[in-house]
């Protein structure tokens, strides 16, 4: 079955990094476009980057232009999102999907806290 499976949260300092990783499984993940979301506590999903089958990436969220940074690794079914100046705002659960606008598979999320 379709899966997709979050690793690399955890607890990172303010201006620390951290790099998370989303192997798929179950299809042919080169096949399609892979994107990021968070979900901060108490507040909605919001996509943070989206990567195409080709590599070619769009950010999204404004506040992460700079520090983030999105790849894929097609022969390892795996995208990556490369944070770097971490904030206490990037606090939150993240989550790749499957998907550009039309999102169809979640994996369960990563959870990624900044704090000193």
């Known amino acids: 079955q379709v899966q997709l499976v979050e690793s690399g949260g955890g607890l990172a300092q303010p201006g620390g990094s951290l790099r998370l990783s989303c192997v798929a499984s179950g299809f042919a993940s080169s096949n399609f476009p892979i994107s990021w979301y968070r979900q901060p506590p108490g507040k909605m999903r919001a996509l943070v980057e989206r990567?195409?089958?080709?590599?070619?990436?769009?950010n999204y969220a404004d506040s992460v232009k700079g520090r983030f940074t999105i790849s894929r690794d097609n022969a390892k079914s795996t995208v990556y999102l490369q944070m770097n100046s971490l904030k206490p705002e990037d606090t939150a659960m993240y989550h790749c999907?499957?998907?550009?606008?039309?999102?169809?598979?979640w994996g369960q999320g990563t959870q990624v806290t900044v704090s000193s």
């Open positions: 999907v499957r998907g550009w606008k039309t999102l169809d598979y």
């Open positions: 990567i195409t089958t080709d590599g070619t990436k769009t």
